[in-house]
């Protein structure tokens, strides 16, 4: 009796371990810095707002979510539709976080979201740049439609745009990263972020000129991303059991209460 017992208990354990995997994230939102982000030769370093006033060179910078969609729009878990939530992210070291190779050690809560702490976004990847370093310098880095990324391993595209009225030519960085979104210490989701900032004044070739210059050696500018989730489909993910698989495990149980019954009367 004491095996049917057991094994009994096995068969429920097994059913909820089979039952039990977390509702998948998937959705996107948009958010952006509430304060600059300024990027020097090896750092992306997101300003931080006290007061009115932005500070750099702390771990972290401030965020405000505006819009999502999925998990993370009314009326999902994670409402970042409010465009008073807030957040931050980590500062990057891109010595020791190069682009184009997972990252030897994953940057745990890259992104965090004031109101729900049992998310962490780790960052694991950081893609690299499109375009050649050539296409930066001066000459073609100048020129309107010209893309390009300023040294291996960088993250960075910068996009030349067209001239405007006044015959003056921008530029546009993008930068995209990706990562794990753990719910509670258990990945939940695969997460992917497209960065963009617009140099209205500044073509590609004067923004690495301004970070080579020893007396500046930094841009500084507003930011924006977008973020997508998907799911992981990582096994090992905990949730409820679902309703069938809850009538399974009482089906299981009846058929091992009616085969105690009947071993005992033996």
Known sequence: MQKLVTAAALTCAGLIGSSASAAPLSGSFNFSGQADVRVTGS????????????????????????????????????????????GELRDLNLAAA????????????????????????????????????AECQDGIGDMPGADCTPFPQSPFTISNTAADLRGVVGSTVGWKLSGNVLENGVVAGLWSATFTSQFADQTAAELLNQIEDESVGFVRNSYSATVVVTPSGTPGQTDVPEPASLVMMGLAMSGMAVAIRRRSRA
């Open 43 to 86: 750092m992306i370093d997101w300003g931080e707002l006290v007061g009115n006033v932005t500070q750099f060179g702390t771990p972290t910078g401030d965020i405000q979510f505006t819009f999502g969609s999925g998990n993370f729009g009314a009326p999902g878990p994670y409402n970042l539709l409010l465009g008073t939530a807030l």
């Open 98 to 133: 190069p682009a184009g190779a997972p990252l030897a050690t994953p940057v745990n809560n890259f992104m965090t979201a004031d109101l729900y702490p049992a998310l962490n976004f780790q960052l694991t990847f950081l893609a690299p740049g499109t375009g050649t370093a």
